[in-house]
């Protein structure tokens, strides 16, 4: 086998028949899709920029994944929080019915 040159191409990694290796997926990354699309938003956000910061680090695949994960979570949190804040209001509402208990 001869020595690469500065000028050759940079070798690829090939598995078993000569085809190229595609990259490893980040497993980081399905989990923050799968926890955010099943309602665990906290944990789906966490996960999707643990998963952004490795796949960035090591070239793996799943950066869409990992994006799409922390936006589903994000989403997820603010409907979260806006239907509380309702439920609140309504809870409020409801108690305060305009009769006086004196």
Excluded: C, D, F, R
Aim: hydrophobic share 50%; no cysteine; charged share 5%.
């Amino acid at each position: 086998m001869t020595e690469p040159t500065p000028y050759s191409a940079p070798q690829q990694p090939y598995a078993a028949g000569g085809a190229p290796a595609a990259p490893k997926w980040n497993t980081l990354a399905i989990i923050s899709l799968v926890a955010s699309v099943i309602g665990i938003h906290l944990a789906g956000i966490i996960t999707g920029h643990i998963a952004l910061n490795q796949i960035k680090k090591t070239g793996e695949q799943g950066n869409v994944l990992a994006i799409i994960g922390l936006i589903v979570g994000y989403i997820g949190i603010v409907v979260v929080v806006i239907l509380t804040i309702v439920w609140i209001g309504i809870l409020v509402a409801a108690g305060t019915n305009g009769y006086s208990s004196y």
